[in-house]
């Protein structure tokens, strides 16, 4: 059991890592562009799919069996962790910029991919 929070915890801050650099050259490329509010929302729900597909790619390399659905969890954990600091910085999840259920689902898919991959 130890393995398993102890591999997702370094899988989690790997996420959070490419979540954070892809963010800065997506501030760079909307402060430099300006882009619609349609391609930049898209912008970052590929971020969330690139940073969840590598982390699912990782715990699939850890995990044996069942891989698809520990990068499922991955998704869902980071998701959470996301939604969790948006809760806290604007005290609300704002449904309008990216929207949950899209978040969500690029989320688990991509971290689900990246564990049938891996």
């Given at each position: ?95 309008g910029t990216v929207g ?19």
């Amino acid at each position: 059991m130890n393995k398993i929070i102890v591999t997702f915890l370094k899988e989690t801050l790997i996420e959070m890592i490419v979540s954070a650099v892809l963010l800065a050259a997506v501030s760079f490329i909307v402060l430099r562009m300006t882009p619609s509010f349609a391609i930049t929302k898209v912008m970052i729900l590929a971020i969330y799919g690139i940073s969840t597909f590598i982390g699912g790619y990782i715990i699939g390399k850890v995990m044996t069996k069942q891989k698809f659905i520990w990068g499922a969890v991955s998704g869902v954990i980071y998701f959470a962790i996301i939604a969790l600091i948006a809760l806290v910085v604007k005290g609300g999840i704002d449904t309008g910029t990216v929207g949950i259920i899209s978040g969500f689902v690029v989320s688990v898919v991509a971290g689900t991919i990246g564990g049938m991959i891996s």
